[in-house]
């Protein structure tokens, strides 16, 4: 699986946008980002995913370059609840769902 | 559904000592996993299982045993206790043989002294 790589720390204010860069300029075309989060100690919770094109669900959307070596995890409405550590995580679908996580952007929410 | 649950949620053992952390889930997932966390750290896979009857190692296994004799549990053993052992577990599980989100537990806080 490819690595990846993310800033450490980001802050954001409350009520805007928090984007988040991941670099994973070894990625094989079979590869998906993945993006997961974890509140205070919590166990990870998924937010989205995607292989090329621009995802959006009810949480988050990932932006992915046409060459597919970054993306961003974008939350359009910060909320102080959206403070933890985001991962960044780029595997190949199949047989095995193994995750291999790095250590993550901790995103702070600001009032 | 209950989800990922984990028992107990709080260990502490003495150096030595052998203990199982439980894991079920009620999703009918194939796909289960057991990660440590340690402190400022990512977490990392332990071993995994797509399945009844089969199991793999991840990244750290060495200290660990699991065994998946039915769908719904994947139950990690520690044979020996070690304080390098201290960390937090965390079970995950999903659907396999694709692309699927995973499911965490809320994690098992264990102190080896």
């Known amino acids: 699986d490819a690595k990846t790589t993310q800033p450490p720390s980001m802050d954001c204010a409350e009520g805007r946008a928090a984007n988040l860069p991941c670099n994973h300029s070894t990625i094989s075309g079979n590869e998906y980002v993945y993006w997961y989060r974890q509140i205070h100690s919590q166990g990870p919770q998924y937010i989205i995913h995607?292989?090329?094109n621009n995802e959006t669900n009810e949480m988050a959307s990932l932006i992915i370059t046409e060459d597919r070596k970054s993306s961003t995890l974008i939350l359009p409405h910060a909320t102080l609840r959206d403070t933890a550590v985001y991962y960044c995580i780029v595997r190949v679908g199949g047989a095995t769902n193994k995750l291999i996580f790095g250590t993550g952007t901790l995103l702070a929410v600001q009032p | 559904n209950a989800g990922v649950t984990q028992t107990p949620k709080f260990q502490v053992l003495k150096t030595g000592q052998s203990m199982t952390l439980q894991c079920a889930q009620d999703?009918?997932?194939?796909?289960m996993s057991w990660y440590r966390q340690d402190p400022g750290m990512g977490l990392r896979l332990i071993h995994y299982s797509v399945g009844a009857g089969i199991t793999d190692q991840g990244e750290v296994p060495n200290g660990y045993n699991v065994s998946r004799s039915t769908t719904e549990d994947f139950p990690l053993r520690l044979l020996s206790a070690a304080p390098s052992q201290t960390s937090v577990y965390f079970c995950a599980s999903s659907y396999s043989n694709g692309v699927y989100e995973q499911y965490f537990g809320p994690g098992t806080r264990l102190t080896v002294t």
């Open positions: 999703m009918n997932h194939e796909y």
């Open positions: 995607g292989l090329k």
